[in-house]
């Protein structure tokens, strides 16, 4: 038998919270589109939305069973005694994630106010960054491969989608 997953209690709930989520996110753009539907009804047609209907159905079901194994199983877990190594890898698992997603966020700011490639190279530069100190450890070769791979991506963003594919992208 194999040994459990680390925190894979709080994971499951966590997917199956977002599944849950994610569908009623999709459950409400769907009776948006709808309702702009409405009136082109054929006897027998199921409509244009069953599909997605029967996709979010899945969905919601996959994600509340999800929510259902993650809190037995939590319960379960709280019963056992944590030390505090285990509560500070969690939240720096979590403080990675947290990061990312707000640089994505600040990224649209940015690439208006820096212009497409600089805000591109930054954030890749950081990221790789970031991510070669969390293996390896700071060094200046980490930093070097940074910023080559940060300004090749930047480069790749700029050739490809500005110049090639004449997206509207700020320059």
């Known amino acids: 038998m194999t ?5 894979s209690a ?12 994610l569908a009623g996110a999709g459950w409400l753009q769907l009776r ?4 702009l539907f409405s009136g082109n009804q054929m006897p027998g047609d ?8 029967l996709c979010l159905t899945i969905l919601a079901g996959a994600g509340l069973l999800l929510l259902v194994i993650g809190s037995w199983s939590w319960a379960h877990e709280a ?8 509560i500070v890898n969690t939240v720096r698992e979590w403080s990675l994630s947290a990061g990312f997603v707000l640089t994505l966020l ?3 700011a940015a690439m208006r106010l820096l212009g497409t490639p600089a805000a591109v190279a930054l954030f890749s530069i950081g990221w790789i960054y970031i991510l070669l100190v969390s293996i390896s450890g700071h060094s200046w070769r980490n930093l070097i491969e940074a910023a080559a791979f940060g300004m090749a991506t930047a ?5 490809f989608f500005v110049r090639l594919l004449t997206l509207p992208l700020p320059v």
């Open 3 to 7: 040994p459990p997953i680390e925190e």
């Open 10 to 21: 709080r994971k499951t709930f966590a997917a199956g919270l977002f599944f849950l989520l």
């Open 79 to 86: 019963r056992q005694h944590r030390h505090t190594g285990a």
């Open 32 to 35: 948006h589109s709808i309702t």
């Open 155 to 159: 480069a790749f963003i700029h050739l």
């Open 106 to 108: 600040v990224m649209p």
């Open 46 to 53: 199921p409509g244009p939305f069953f599909l997605s209907q």
